[in-house]
């Protein structure tokens, strides 16, 4: 695999992971509704497993957050190193 196909490959990966951050603020969103309902609803049960669910989540999107940060800086500087991000000739 030449430079550019990694290139292209890291692309797909950076494009993965916001996609991945974007279902993870869904589900967020989610468990965040269904904890307000059950509250509404007087079930103190799923009342705190929406809201340690949310907690989850929450922590998974940090982990997610600072992933797709470290990752893009490594593929920005592979691109740079390898000559990737002047125009093709």
Same mark, same amino acid.
């Given at each position: 695999?030449?430079?550019?196909? #990694?290139?292209? /490959?890291? %692309?797909?990966?950076?494009?993965?992971?916001?996609?991945? /951050?974007?279902?993870?603020?869904?589900?967020?969103? #989610?468990?965040?509704?269904?904890?307000? %309902?059950?509250?509404?609803?007087?079930?103190?049960?799923?009342? #705190?497993?929406?809201?340690?669910?949310?907690?989850?989540?929450?922590?998974?999107?940090?982990?997610?957050?600072?992933?797709?940060?470290?990752?893009?800086?490594?593929?920005?500087?592979?691109?740079?190193?390898?000559?990737?991000? #002047?125009?093709?000739?």
């Amino acid at each position: 695999m030449n430079n550019r196909e #990694k290139l292209e /490959k890291m %692309d797909r990966a950076l494009r993965l992971l916001a996609d991945l /951050k974007n279902s993870q603020v869904a589900l967020i969103e #989610k468990a965040s509704q269904l904890q307000l %309902d059950a509250m509404e609803f007087n079930f103190s049960n799923m009342e #705190k497993n929406m809201g340690d669910l949310y907690s989850r989540y929450n922590e998974s999107l940090d982990m997610l957050g600072e992933e797709l940060e470290r990752f893009e800086i490594r593929r920005n500087k592979f691109e740079q190193e390898h000559g990737l991000d #002047k125009p093709a000739e």
